[in-house]
């Protein structure tokens, strides 16, 4: 026995010497990149700042010459993908370990159970349902029939009060471009409602039809680049013409404004909420019992407001006014002046107060404490009454649950915990494990914990390290560092099949809860806005130097990885501090800092960002857009910009621009790669397939640029 396991291993040490010596050998071969045309000719004065924009050709991505520029960046970087040896071994891995069942929490509708669940390697989940928690489910929906390649989603759905029908929308390739279509649960069959151009739009259902939200027809060929103005807000009946909707809510004098729509549970109140921007909303109510007129809660942007649901005549409301980490009030909209509001559940000194539902009669309310969840219920008047108990620190997914029935369920996931769904019996508030996914990883062999460490200015961040257990702090160790740091958007623990491949091939997976974000309330997230952004990078860069500092990684064996807002991030990073990381992997970035409100949704980013036609805006947004702060002989680390063609949230042409002037100033010996994902968008709906393949790209190119071997 003792011969044959020295044969084996040896086997496996000359493997590993093999793949070493090839990463090696190909360190030396460089990527050979298309000539990209440079228009001189291209100059824009801000504010009497002459800056060239030679690249602006490229964000046509309708013409030939850009698409013929796609096609050549991708030959090149596949190619340079392709010979790195372990690639395949690597996506193997991901599949083997993709490859399981994944359910989504049950939510009763119409007296039946409706979940989510994809068999493994499905491209898209599928909606079920079922009569009972025992009965066989059957298929309501399986977006996999939709397309051949998968790319056809279902995003969001709602049910009619009955529960007999169901409004959905299907999104193609990845855009944010949804249409809606309904369902007649009876038959199984759909009815003829197809409504177009809609996009971040709810579903709110009122007697025999709905509520949603839609642009106008964009001119053709400019579907996925034309700015999204002019928001409107419609009432859809059943059975009748999109041409014949009924506008309800419009502002034509303020292009920028959108308008979303949802009705409380017993369809009494009709919620709008006009807003501009990503922060901050208009909030209006309507008692449609009473047909009464619209009553105006909140006529500007300054807070975020929104409705949990009402007790009898009392709308009980989340909000952030006068309250940095979000309470709950009670407001009658027959007085709805502030002096009779009523405080439910008032701010908490250090915790932020993230959403609210009420189940089995009750007020569950969840919480942020230091980026983990809490659970905490209360009486419908404010009374505390308990908290729900948690596996460890982690994320909880909302509870569903019937507002007058005492079972509920919620789901439970950290960086090594698998998304696991819970009953929960409201009346003993007892948990039981309802669905525990079998992935083929063991959790048990690696450890979470959360550090902090000190930023430029001197503000204590902190960030959660997962790594094995006993992993030696030598300084060598290949490590991810994660961020996104904007919108008021919280990084929490969540579990994720490809982290789990880079813990198992020995990396060190690191998320940093930068300023920008949600994680301690308003002060923090406006501590990384407009002018004050750079310190979202500061705090990026500390938690950089700390893990280097205390021998997680070294400079040589660290990537930085963010997507879309964290896109911006790793592109403003490598620019101001090349030296600091090996590897960086900027996603659907917001890289044109000067240009980005010229694009569809762009506008609505301006609370968080400022904007380039204000002096003040132009002054901090120059300093720190990652295109424009690109310079020629600097060694900037190995790079792969990933994107969609059809990503028309943040578009293309970010990165198109991006990596064309990354190629044209790499000093050094380290790559500049963009990979351009066909038939795909920002992210929300991409096929398994295409995640799976696009997660190995970026865990070998990393190893490779580091000149590592993963352990596989």
Not at 238 to 261: H, I, S, Y
Not at 348 to 370: E, F
Request: net charge neutral; glycine share 8%.
């Amino acid at each position: 026995m003792k011969a044959r396991h020295s044969k084996i291993y040896f086997f496996f040490l000359f493997i590993h010497s093999s793949l070493l010596m090839q990463a090696q050998t190909m360190q030396k071969n460089k990527a050979i990149y298309p000539t990209t045309r440079q228009d001189a000719t291209v100059v824009d004065d801000y504010h009497g700042t002459k800056v060239a924009d030679p690249y602006r050709w490229l964000e046509d991505d309708n013409s030939a010459e850009t698409k013929d520029w796609v096609k050549k960046q991708n030959e090149v970087t596949y190619s340079y993908l392709e010979k790195i040896p372990y690639r395949q071994a690597i996506k193997g891995r991901i599949e083997k370990l993709w490859n399981y069942e994944k359910f989504g929490s049950p939510f009763k509708r119409g007296g039946k159970y409706y979940f989510y669940k994809n068999d493994g390697l499905q491209n898209q989940s599928v909606l079920y349902v079922q009569n009972d928690l025992n009965s066989p489910p059957s298929v309501v929906i399986d977006p996999n029939t939709l397309s051949k390649d998968g790319t056809v989603a279902l995003g969001s759905i709602s049910f009619n009060k009955a529960g007999d029908k169901m409004a959905y929308q299907l999104a193609k390739a990845g855009s944010d471009w949804q249409t809606i279509y309904v369902k007649d649960l009876t038959t199984g069959k759909d009815l003829k409602e197809e409504l177009n151009w809609v996009k971040f739009s709810g579903i709110a259902w009122q007697g025999d039809g709905f509520y949603y939200s839609k642009y106008p027809t964009p001119d053709a060929g400019k579907e996925l680049t034309a700015k999204a103005e002019f928001g409107k807000l419609y009432f859809h009946k059943l059975g009748t013409p999109q041409t014949d909707d009924v506008l309800v809510m419009e502002d034509t004098e303020n292009k920028n404004r959108r308008f979303g729509a949802e009705t409380t549970e017993d369809q009494r109140f009709l919620i709008a909420y006009p807003t501009e921007s990503t922060k901050g909303n208009m909030l209006k109510i309507k008692d449609l019992k009473t047909n009464g007129d619209w009553v105006t809660v909140a006529n500007d942007f300054k807070n975020d407001w929104n409705v949990i649901e009402n007790d009898g005549d009392w709308v009980l409301i989340m909000t952030d006014y006068n309250a940095p980490r979000s309470r709950i009030i009670a407001i009658n909209p027959t007085m709805p002046e502030e002096k009779n509001w009523k405080t439910i559940i008032p701010e908490s000194p250090t915790d932020v107060l993230q959403g609210a539902s009420i189940v089995g009669g009750k007020l569950a309310t969840y919480w942020l404490h230091n980026a983990s969840s809490q659970v905490k219920f209360y009486d419908l008047s404010g009374k505390f009454l308990n908290e729900l108990t948690l596996p460890s620190i982690g994320t909880v997914g909302g509870i569903s649950g019937k507002r007058d029935e005492d079972q509920a369920f919620y789901s439970f996931s950290s960086f090594t915990r698998p998304n696991t769904i819970y009953k929960l019996d409201l009346k003993t508030m007892k948990s039981t494990i309802f669905k525990a996914p079998k992935v083929d990883f063991n959790s048990d062999n690696y450890v979470t914990k959360q550090v902090w460490y000190t930023s430029k200015d001197g503000t204590k961040v902190p960030m959660f390290v997962t790594m094995k257990k006993g992993t030696k702090l030598t300084g060598k160790n290949p490590t991810l560092l994660y961020g996104y740091g904007g919108f008021n958007i919280s990084m929490t623990p969540g579990f994720s099949v490809s982290r789990a491949a880079l813990l198992e091939m020995g990396g060190i997976y690191a998320v940093a809860n930068l300023r920008g974000g949600g994680e301690f309330g308003e002060e923090w997230h406006a501590a990384g806005t407009k002018e004050r952004k750079q310190n979202v990078f500061d705090d990026f860069i500390g938690a950089a130097e700390y893990l280097i500092k205390e021998k997680y990684t070294s400079s040589d064996y660290l990537a930085i990885h963010g997507g879309s807002n964290g896109g911006l991030l790793i592109g403003a990073c490598m620019t101001q501090r090349p030296e600091l990381f090996r590897v960086a992997l900027p996603a659907v970035g917001v890289l044109d800092m000067l240009r980005y409100d010229k694009f569809t949704i762009g506008r609505a980013w301006a609370t968080d960002y400022g904007l380039s036609e204000e002096k003040d805006g132009f002054d901090y947004l120059y300093k720190f857009s990652p295109l424009h702060n690109i310079k020629k002989g600097v060694k900037y680390p190995a790079t792969m910009v990933t994107t969609g063609d059809h990503d028309d949230r943040v578009v293309p042409a970010h990165s198109f621009k991006f990596a064309a002037a990354l190629q044209e100033a790499q000093a050094g010996e380290h790559p500049a790669l963009i990979r351009i994902e066909v038939a795909a968008g920002h992210g929300a709906g991409k096929p398994t397939a295409k995640v799976i393949q696009e997660q190995a790209d970026i865990y070998a190119f990393m190893f490779y640029s580091m000149g590592l071997v993963p352990k596989l």
